[in-house]
């Protein structure tokens, strides 16, 4: 029996003996399976944490971007009364932009060659500033510099620098200086949305774009296809007018008299897709406290200068068919006397009057473009318009009592040419102007130019 047991035990012994390397086996094996499973793990959460740290770096390389100006692939579009290179810092999110424009050209004035008559000019180049602060509160402003150096008499203003509260699409609020909404041209001046090198006359002479003023005021949509604007400024100074136009009563806020206010107003509607019209007005003192030597023997007169301008406007556009028209008219209360004092500062300064001041000044304008491009190439994003503008205008339109008219103030003014845009950010521009005085004689003139936004 005792052999039996030991017999049992010696092959129980051998039993273990022969499975414990299979049981090393197999625990080097499992440990392998967890180590291999735990790098895996390991490895998927790695992965996890690069993905997300690739979506911060991604997200801080966009902010970048912003914040130095890259270009971006959105197109330029005019919001809030302002031209499409104004409106991009309504288009960020938030932050800094930067926009701007240019535009330069050559004048010949025709049969006129060695008469010191033709020149080049860099006449505009204009920063766009902005910052957004929040889907709410956006500042902007536009700062123009003019005939490239103020050393030859070129000047560096500020034409608008206004703060927005953006309320609701039917009511925001705006102050600061602020582009008047008047015409088609005086907030919308950018180069590729007019025709020709020369802005319209009529809005240059009897509405004096570009004009800014010192002030506040709202505007809004009240549906989708009426929009208005309304605001208080400071007014012009009076001082200022002449018989050639009102421009030089500009103040631009600029240490600006501010006796005055006027009040304007604006509204526009959408007709149908194609067509659009509506109208503005101007209304105020222009006298500014200021008094007016008005004769030799030094008699004063302070006169409230009262002005209303109004002007009204439509537009039409279907595929390459543009059409404008606009008519303008401004009357001036106590132009006898504005006149009759520049009578008096003129033979004081030892020069020629530079009146009388009109007590009327009116002129209208209608233009009518045509895209060529599709003609030649349907597929291109290019355009090729060619434009005919016919303007009358007269500053002396009506004299005040007891003084002379000057028929040379009566004009008008056929302009015909081509725009040609290489990119839709760039045009090219050929215009030839023929002048048709009341009086006097003015040779035509040929302008070549370029112009850009960005």
Not at 80 to 89: L, M, R, T
Not at 190 to 216: D, K, M, S
Not at 286 to 312: C, I, K, Y
């Amino acid at each position: 029996m005792i052999s039996n047991t030991m017999r049992g035990l010696g092959w129980g012994l051998a039993l273990a003996l022969a499975i414990a390397p299979l049981a090393r086996a197999q625990e080097t094996a499992d440990g392998r399976v967890a180590r291999l499973e735990q790098e895996l793990a390991r490895l998927a959460k790695a992965d996890e944490e690069n993905q997300r740290r690739q979506k911060i770096l991604t997200e801080e390389v966009r902010k970048l971007r912003e914040a130095l100006v890259l270009p971006e692939k959105k197109e330029l579009k005019a919001q809030y009364g302002v031209g499409p290179a104004a409106s991009k810092v309504y288009q960020k999110e938030k932050g800094f932009s930067i926009g701007g424009y240019g535009q330069g050209w050559y004048t010949g004035l025709v049969n006129h060659k060695g008469a010191n008559t033709n020149s080049v000019d860099l006449q505009r180049f204009v920063l766009y500033t902005g910052y957004k602060f929040n889907d709410r509160l956006v500042f902007n402003a536009e700062v123009e510099h003019e005939d490239a150096t103020t050393e030859k008499g070129g000047s560096v203003s500020v034409e608008f620098a206004q703060m927005d509260f953006l309320n609701d699409p039917k009511l925001n609020f705006r102050a600061g200086i602020l582009l008047l909404p008047i015409g088609f041209i005086n907030q919308l001046h950018e180069p590729l949305f007019y025709h020709g090198n020369q802005r319209p006359e009529v809005e240059r002479q009897i509405i004096p774009a570009t004009w800014g003023e010192a002030g506040a005021g709202i505007f809004g949509k009240l549906t989708d296809e009426w929009d208005y604007q309304a605001c208080v400024v400071s007014s012009m100074r009076a001082s200022g007018f002449s018989g050639d136009n009102l421009r030089e009563g500009r103040q631009g806020g600029a240490q600006a008299l501010a006796e005055d206010s006027s009040l304007v107003l604006r509204s526009d509607y959408q007709i149908t897709p194609e067509l659009s019209a509506g109208g503005s007005v101007y209304s105020g003192n222009q006298g500014q406290g200021e008094s007016f030597q008005v004769d030799a023997a030094g008699t004063m007169v302070r006169p409230d200068v009262h002005l209303n301008l109004w002007e009204a406007h439509a537009q039409y556009r279907s595929g390459g068919l543009q059409l404008r028209a606009l008519g303008t008219r401004a009357n001036v209360d106590d132009a006898g006397v504005l006149s009759a004092a520049e009578i008096v500062r003129a033979a004081a300064a030892g020069r020629p009057s530079n009146g009388p001041i009109g007590s009327r000044l009116s002129g209208a304008y209608v233009e009518a473009a045509y895209d060529l491009m599709p003609h030649f190439n349907s597929r291109s994003n290019q355009s090729l318009d060619l434009f005919v503008r016919r303007e009358a205008f007269d500053t002396l339109d009506r004299v005040p009592a007891g003084f002379a008219d000057d028929p040379s103030k009566d004009v008008r003014l056929t302009t015909v040419g081509l725009d040609y845009k290489p990119d839709p950010q760039i045009v090219l521009k050929l215009d030839y102007r023929i002048f048709d005085l009341g009086a006097g004689a003015r040779p035509d003139e040929i302008d070549l130019g370029v112009g850009w936004i960005f």
